[in-house]
């Protein structure tokens, strides 16, 4: 846009870089994703000083240019191509005053690609508190930049950072280092091929691998300016030296810590945090308030939801023509949607949670205390929060992966999670147990029951360790992983921006994989409401004419169940029954499984509805139903103890959740994953039922 | 068909046409930037 | 003292006095995990492995495999 001036703000990780942007941009902020991969993208505007407009780009925090993630290296690509749409006029480098030697480096680095840059130096508020000092005028001359001295916690500063902002014309695009200076030969020959390039540009390019649309790079490719990555290596590192000699020269005179009166909080809450045993019982502690909250803390908010969804599709049956748009909007649309903002109270939740987690710090923590568990398995030390988060919904876990920052381990988290017992199979887990089960007590004390509940949710997580170990072996690691993680200081987090981030997953989920549920949704009613030839819509006089006569409600069960069992999914129902016959199952269940995709819990409904009990909530009734039903082939009770081992094997291993798909796509950036997610698991669950009812039977 | 049909099938067939294009159109817009030298 | 940061105890600092480039990521080394500096390692997680440092004002945690490619002189208490 014309007129707006474009912004970026770069910064190390934890420097409060996202509460700047907060402050800049309020509500008007805007998150998508870069083109083809996975990495956020986080834009919004704000109003600057005479009424000049600001476009702000959020980049990803990042310690330094040389790029060792693709989050990172979104920040070299932008900054490196001058034709970008985002390549900014002024560039604001935002840092953390406690942290000014490390976070000066990336600084000095993006100086050096003459950029106009203003230092953000943030956290002032805690200046006292540890003693320091700075003197702002011999760092401005020093550092050829601006600085403005900000608190995004008290919201001091932001406006003489606008100031600065606007008048970013009159910043010197004076390098601090010259790159020259690294090693002195190898550049002067840079400078004499290239003389119209920055020096530290083309250097970049060089050492980096990321792909930047520049000609230069395959032109510098195969020259003699290509070196060996064990030589660039040892450049860098001596580039690294000498930044920091001009860092540490420029803070010994412009910045002095009184350590007598500095206080850390730091080291005495990680004694506890860390701790060999405490650590771990805190941790197991939080985990537990975490799933506590998405699972009972959920249930009111979601209760209102399911019945205010019920209320309006009643409503819109009531007050429309009865025909097929009514039955459309009513069971299609509304359920839809229904089934999409139900999720909502979970999300919320849980995201409030690991705001708090990631703003405090404590995040890093876990990281530090898991990695040894979960590095075998492919997985991060942040996999944890998902995984448990699983056990009551894989939608709202799925989208916690995203603070994993290596690509890979969230890739496999994301695959993994759904193996975990989630709420949805616990109503077909209850009833089938209560079918196949004895009531009998271990030692008196112990029911079966329970126990055999517990062993399913065991099974779930071995699942997911099992299938991140096999993805660990199968997936290639494209570069060797290192581990380097930061161990932020300890913050009170900002409630703004736990509420705004909350505000924000809640938005993605509901635009992003709500769309595609709703879509999903629509089809399936299309599915179960129409069926080919006349059988369907002559369902009422079929059954009149087959049966006894029955009063209405009688009759309304069994048109229903004819009908379902006529539609298309009543027929997919049938035709896969060849292939279920194996695992002990009759058509009827096939339907019911078919169902199941819209949502698990779907199967008990279904089953009601089949065996012309459509109408009852009852479960007692519908167990008593289920357990009355033979098969006419066998002669023996349908929900035989090897039929229903095998179903509760299946569910607890197949992929039967459209939500879980939509939402792997969304986070994946890709169909590829939830069709392998949805064949792969499904393949799995198929091959552990078979085998458990032919053993079993 | 009756006009509730009508529109009826007509928010079907545009529920497959979004899933559709959301399947096809997204290869479309993929770099291959699986390979950006990144982790 | 020579050593490396693996063998070092809880509490214990050391200085950088050398280390295997080809096996350290570059990352480390922005840290401010450079030769001349002063590292103290604060924690080591129960299994032994990661190793929590503080180096040049930055408190990272690494892996006890990078750990061992670091070479360390120990800072007696004298000389603290």
Not at chain 1, 324 to 347: C, E, R, T, W, Y
Not at chain 1, 422 to 438: E, G, T
Not at chain 1, 486 to 506: C, D, F, R
Request: with cysteine; charged share 20%; net charge positive.
């Amino acid at each position: 846009m014309a007129g707006s001036l474009k912004i970026a703000l770069i910064g190390n990780p934890n420097t409060g870089k996202t509460s700047v942007f907060n402050h800049l941009t309020g509500l008007n902020q805007q998150v998508g994703n870069y083109p083809g991969i996975t990495v956020e993208r986080k834009t919004g505007s704000c109003k600057l000083p005479g009424i000049v407009k600001g476009n702000i780009i959020d980049l990803p925090g990042t310690y330094s240019l040389n790029a060792s993630s693709m989050d990172e290296n979104v920040v070299i690509e932008l900054l490196l191509n001058k034709t970008d749409k985002d390549y900014p006029d002024v560039a604001v480098v935002v840092t953390d005053v406690e942290n000014l030697k490390r976070n000066l480096l990336l600084f000095t680095q993006i100086k050096d690609l003459e950029i106009p840059t203003i230092l953000a130096i943030n956290m002032a508020d805690r200046m006292d508190k540890k003693g320091i000092s700075l003197d702002i005028p011999y760092l401005e001359s020093r550092l050829n930049t601006k600085i403005a001295l900000i608190s995004s916690r008290k919201g001091t500063g932001i406006a003489d950072l606008k100031e600065l902002i606007v008048n970013y014309k009159s910043l010197s695009t004076e390098p601090c280092l010259h790159a020259s200076s690294i090693d002195p030969d190898y550049f002067n020959k840079l400078r004499k091929a290239f003389p119209n390039e920055l020096l530290y540009k083309l250097w970049l390019l060089i050492s980096q691998d990321a792909n930047f649309g520049l000609s230069h790079k395959t032109e510098l490719m195969g020259t003699s300016f290509t070196k060996t990555r064990a030589d660039l290596k040892r450049l860098q590192q001596k580039e690294t030296i000498k930044r920091y000699q001009f860092i540490n020269d420029v803070l010994k005179v412009g910045q002095v810590i009184d350590t007598s009166k500095a206080k850390d909080l730091r080291a005495r809450l990680d004694r506890v945090l860390t701790h060999k045993i405490f650590g771990y019982v805190i941790f197991l502690g939080i985990l537990m308030l975490i799933f506590q909250s998405i699972f009972s803390w959920s249930e009111l908010p979601m209760g209102l939801i399911e019945e205010g969804t019920a209320w309006l599709s009643n409503f819109v049956l009531g007050n429309m023509a009865p025909g097929k748009l009514s039955d459309l909007l009513a069971n299609g649309v509304i359920a839809g949607i229904g089934g999409v903002v139900i999720f909502i109270p979970q999300i919320a939740f849980l995201f409030l949670f690991i705001s708090l987690l990631e703003e405090s710090g404590y995040m890093s923590r876990v990281v530090f205390l898991m990695d040894r568990l979960m590095k075998p398995f492919g997985l991060s030390g942040k996999s944890v929060v998902p995984l448990i988060s699983g056990t009551a919904c894989a939608i709202p876990a799925i989208m916690a992966a995203r603070n994993i920052e290596n690509w890979r381990e969230r890739l496999i988290t994301i695959l993994v999670t759904p193996f975990t017992t989630c709420s949805a199979r616990l109503p077909v887990y209850i009833i089938l147990i209560s079918l196949i089960i004895p009531e009998t007590k271990l030692a008196g004390i112990f029911s079966l029951q329970g126990l055999t509940l517990m062993a399913l949710y065991l099974l779930g997580f071995l699942g997911a360790i099992l299938s991140a170990w096999i993805l660990n072996k199968i997936l290639d690691a494209k570069h060797k992983s290192f581990f380097v993680a930061e161990m932020p200081n300890y913050k009170l987090p900002l409630l703004k921006n736990v509420g705004l981030n909350v505000l924000e997953k809640t938005k993605a989920f509901v635009y992003g994989a709500g769309k595609i549920i709703l879509a999903l949704s629509i089809i399936i009613w299309f599915l179960g409401s129409h069926g080919p030839g006349d059988n369907f819509s002559n369902a009422e006089e079929i059954v009149k004419g087959q049966q006894r006569p029955l009063n209405p409600e009688e009759l309304d069960d069994a048109v229903a169940a004819y009908q379902l069992e006529h539609s298309y999914i009543g027929i997919m129902g049938k035709t896969i029954e060849p292939v279920i016959r194996p695992l002990g199952y009759d058509w009827k269940i096939g339907v019911a499984i078919v169902s199941s995709f819209a949502a698990r819990e779907v199967f008990v409904g279904t089953l009601a509805t089949i065996y012309n009990i459509g109408s009852t909530d009852n479960e007692v009734t519908i167990r008593e139903r289920m357990d009355s039903e033979i098969d006419p082939i066998t002669g023996k009770k349908v929900f035989n103890f090897a039929t229903g081992i095998s179903l509760l094997l299946f569910y607890a291993f197949a992929m039967q959740c459209i939500s879980t798909l939509a939402i792997t796509k969304k986070e994946t950036n890709s169909w590829k994953w939830p069709l392998i997610q949805l064949f792969g698991m499904s393949a799995f669950a198929y091959v552990v039922s078979l085998i458990a009812y032919q053993l079993l039977k | 068909m009756d006009i509730q049909s009508i529109i009826a099938y007509i928010l079907v067939a545009g529920a497959a046409a979004f899933l559709v294009k959301k399947i096809f159109f997204k290869k479309k817009k993929k770099k291959d930037c699986g390979d950006c030298g990144c982790n | 003292m020579k050593t490396t940061l693996a063998a070092l105890k809880k509490g214990q600092k050391a200085t950088i006095t050398d280390f295997n480039i080809d096996a350290i990521p570059l990352k480390l080394l922005e840290m401010g995990c450079l030769p001349g500096n002063v590292v103290e390692l604060l924690q080591i997680a129960p299994l032994g492995d990661p190793l929590y440092i503080n180096v040049n004002d930055s408190h990272v945690a690494i892996r006890r495999e990078t750990a061992l490619e670091i070479d360390v002189e120990l800072l007696d208490v004298a000389s603290l």
